[in-house]
């Protein structure tokens, strides 16, 4: 297909010679090619030199640039247009967008909303107030939990302090509980977000299910789901790459002032609790960015040491390691019965 005199091609992604000169043009225009990259839209001219790329990774809309010599012709729109196109054929139909700040204006034009700007990067959605509609579902959901207790006798207070956990639960360990526990002893009421992404051993349902089994008895304890709007590939892409390298430039910033900006406040959240992190340098580097920027929004952090078992704390990194082993005495270390029931009888998984 041919637009404004070039070429259009695509990958899912590319490779070889094509991806090196991507990352070249990328690298021209003040970006970096991300490897979780599914599908690249192109044009080229008849030299084969790329003129327009623009890249999709889940949800996400990314990687888009416009050579300076063909700005003012469209070809923004019309690598948008392509790659929304491949995301609509796929049944992806909320999308996000990351950009420079200086192109707020472009891509508004364009049907996406701002959700956040930081000093480097600007995250937008297609959906007017998506991120203000879910809170708000988020907060009937905590108005119905407490309007249930209240019903069932449940003394209220006039001002209930509200916490915050946010966790993978990749499946919800004795480490998750004893967090839990540990949080819920400083607060009234705490939120318990898990998250929806589908990039762990377990699916976004799964994780739901462990972790509402897991905290069943702990009635103060209110569970959510997290959308795309908490360390997803959307707020903190980098979160789920456990590489080094890339953990040193992972964004942190953008997802911890979505949290401040979008959930703190309408959820009445005073305090935000994590585990401490001796080993993975990306959780550790959110958990350092939570401390700095949190007091900003009215939050403190509070970092609570984790559950170990016997030298070491206890993972589910080494969880999902005895599940794929079935290394059955491990395993009843380090989760909880109703886990190792939800195991058992809901997902088939024989250890």
Known sequence: ????????ENGSPL??????KLKQFLAAN???????IEYTVLFTDDDGEIKAAGSAAGSVLKCIAVDGSMRGEG???????????????RGVTHLFLFTKPGNKQMFSDLGFY???CTDTVLLMENRRNGIQNFVK??????????????????????????????ANCDPFTRGHRYLVEQSLAQCDFLHLFILSEDRSFFSADERYEMAKAGTADLKRVILHHTSDYLISAATFPTYFIKDTEKAVVANTELDVRVFGQYFAGPLSIKKRFAG????????????????RILPEYGVEFVEIERLAAGDSPVSAKNVRKALKEQDRMTLEKLLPETTVAYLAEKTGRVF
């Open 1 to 8: 297909m041919i637009f404004n005199g070039l070429y259009a």
């Open 15 to 20: 490779s070889g010679r094509r991806l090196d």
């Open 30 to 36: 003040g970006l970096a090619y991300d490897d979780t």
């Open 75 to 89: 070809l923004t729109a019309k690598v948008v247009t392509d790659l929304v196109a491949w995301e609509t054929a």
């Open 114 to 116: 701002e959700i956040l």
């Open 137 to 166: 579902t988020v907060s009937e959901e905590t108005e119905a939990a407490i309007d249930s207790l209240s019903r069932e006798g449940m003394v209220i207070p006039e001002e209930p302090l509200y916490g915050a956990v946010v």
């Open 276 to 291: 401490t992190e001796p080993a993975d340098p990306v959780t550790k580097a959110y958990n350092d960015t939570m401390r």
